[in-house]
């Protein structure tokens, strides 16, 4: 990249930045000096990763956590995000600013995978691969489950530098070309890694689908996709290596909590409003009718959600660009241009495209059919949604880079194409700044007490551990999320595990909580031969722990339950497949990390007749 081309992106990637600042760091907090809902389960788990990290180091694995309900597994739980970077984070900064520096790190991140997705792999223009960045960084999606506070999906703006590495050309054939492969598929492997140990599990499969989607786009824009699907499978087998560790240790807590019980949400009843949806939240905003009006959805059980459900917007640009760029189409589609061997690819391709579209679609269309929900119902992974609209979240990338391709083959050049960006960009930044967010204002989370509980510890003055078990009777019940208070998840900042806390994998109301003999009073009371503290193994291994999901610490395990109220490790019994995961894991890692060391030595001391290979293009 020349000087002058790398000023312009610092530039362009700076005022992006600081416009992001300008309209979404109002809500961190918010006018009322509040947090979105959802933080009432991060900002606790995060303040208790730190308080784990206080006493054992950031390379102990924290299995377990007596913090919430008494004992729960934390290295297991889908949304853990003990090794993440807003965990990191807080060693240096409160959970509140982990937070929001989190949010804006991999906004930026979203903003240099896309721009490097279009300029060198789609080979765009630069100014229409800083206006797709600038559209990806701001996609609605994105910018609303922040701010309520789906902290877990802040890995999804990786997406694009994922399919960065999986599509970059390759150089010709020779002894690089064979690094560079394995390469990119494990750098492609470590995003979907962070993706996994970020807490993303639930957007497991819409990411599949929009690499998916980006890869059969590429095919019918250059007619290469071998090394694409290539580079993908190893990338995710490589992925699953280095995520093995986790994975097991999930698989084996949610084995013990099936959630596929919910019925189907609602269906939309028809589909041409099925497609009329999808084009109003990707390239407007959400109709409040949508939500509150229950004349498009269908079903047995008609649940509401709340308008951030629906909030993927990209802006109008990408389709003020289509009217142009589909006429260009349309006339190279009617002149042939498109022809001989190519056409089986692209028809292959498009294949690929309509089919996920049209899965996407009727995910979303009308569930009333007995037949079509028992199909539904036997999928696994699906069968436990209890909604499909975040698959929409696999249409954002796609909806801003098919148009902006699609536009660059007008070939406009110099200002014209500069004035093109220019004008996109001040017609999306005023569709941005114009948008009602007032509703995401009502938002009550207090943070408060868990960043004086951070002082706390950070400068010394206590030592975390939980002594007692608490009722949520000082919480807010004003305002209640899935039968618990916000701030219900708080009591760890008084050396307090609540007895009810707000644990998805439970169910949205906790009825698969397996309670027990839990009570108020202290974490070391005993009851029937029992400490009044939940041994947290019997969760995820209850059959090698000779135990139940939900039981506590019996009177002879003291020494067991005081290290685990003290958040220092505690001896149980791991199962094979979970010790030979962890194994995988550890290897994978050690060996990512070596063959990049040898990869970057080989270009420092290349191998003779290496480096003449390190340029061209895949095949």
Known sequence: MAVKDAAVFVLTATVSLLFY????????????????????????????????????????????????????????????????VPQVL???????????????????????????????????????????????????????????????????????????????????????????????????????????????????????????????????????????????????IIALILGAARLSATLAFMAQFQRDYYDLPAGIASPLKVVWLIVQILYVWPEKMLMYGAHFMIGSKKLVYGVHYYEYSVTIVPLLLLIPAGWVLARDLAQGKIHGARKLSVALNIGVIVFIISLIMSLLYSFDNPMFGRVMKSIPIIK?????????????????????????????????????????????????????????????????????????VKSGNTNPSIDRIVDQSAADWGHVMNGVPLGGDDGLVEKASPMICYEPIFGYSLFRYPAGRIKVGSAMDESDGFFNLKNPAC??????????????????????????????????????????????????LVTTILFLFYYINNLIFPIKG?????GGESS
């Open 610 to 614: 290496w480096r003449k290979h390190e």
């Open 384 to 456: 436990s949604y209890t909604n499909f609209v975040c698959w929409v979240s696999a249409l954002v990338p796609i909806a801003i880079l098919a148009p902006i391709v699609l536009f660059h083959r007008l070939r406009l050049a110099g200002v014209a194409l500069w004035a093109v960006m220019a004008v996109c960009l001040t017609i999306a930044a005023a569709q941005i700044w114009a948008y009602d967010r007032n509703s995401y204002n009502d938002q009550h989370y207090n943070f408060d007490k868990i960043i004086a509980a951070y002082d706390r």
């Open 90 to 236: 807080t060693i240096f900064v409160d959970p509140v600013n982990s937070v929001y520096y989190t949010i804006l790190f991999f906004a930026f991140a979203g903003f240099c995978g896309f721009y490097l997705l279009l300029k060198d792999v789609f080979l765009v223009n630069r100014p229409l691969a800083y206006l797709g960045a600038a559209l990806f960084m701001f996609n609605g999606f994105y910018a609303h489950r922040m701010i309520v506070g789906h902290f877990a999906f802040h890995a999804y703006q990786l997406l694009p530098l994922a399919c960065y590495y999986l599509l970059r050309p390759l150089p010709e054939p020779g002894h690089g070309r064979k690094r560079r492969y394995v390469l990119d598929s494990a750098a492609a492997a470590w995003v979907f890694a962070i993706m996994i140990y970020s807490g993303m599990l639930e957007l497991g499969l819409p990411v599949g689908a929009a690499v998916t989607l980006i890869g059969a786009l590429y095919g019918i824009y250059t007619g290469k996709t071998r090394e694409f699907w290539g580079r993908f499978v190893l990338s995710w």
């Open 539 to 588: 969760y995820a291994y209850p059959s090698e722990n000779v135990c139940r999901p939900g039981d506590h610490f019996r009177v002879d395990q003291q020494e067991m339950a005081e290290r685990f109220r003290s958040y220092k490790p505690i001896d149980f019994q791991m199962p094979l497949r979970q010790k030979v995961a962890n194994w995988i894991s550890l290897a994978g």
């Open 21 to 84: 600042d300008i309209v979404y760091g109002g809500f961190y907090p918010n006018l009322h000096g509040r947090l979105g809902m959802d933080y009432t389960y991060f900002l606790p788990r995060l303040l208790d990763g730190y308080y784990w990290y206080s006493i054992n180091g950031l390379w102990e694995t924290p299995w377990f956590t007596p913090s919430f309900c008494g004992g729960l597994p934390f290295f297991g739980n889908p949304q853990s995000m003990y090794h993440s």
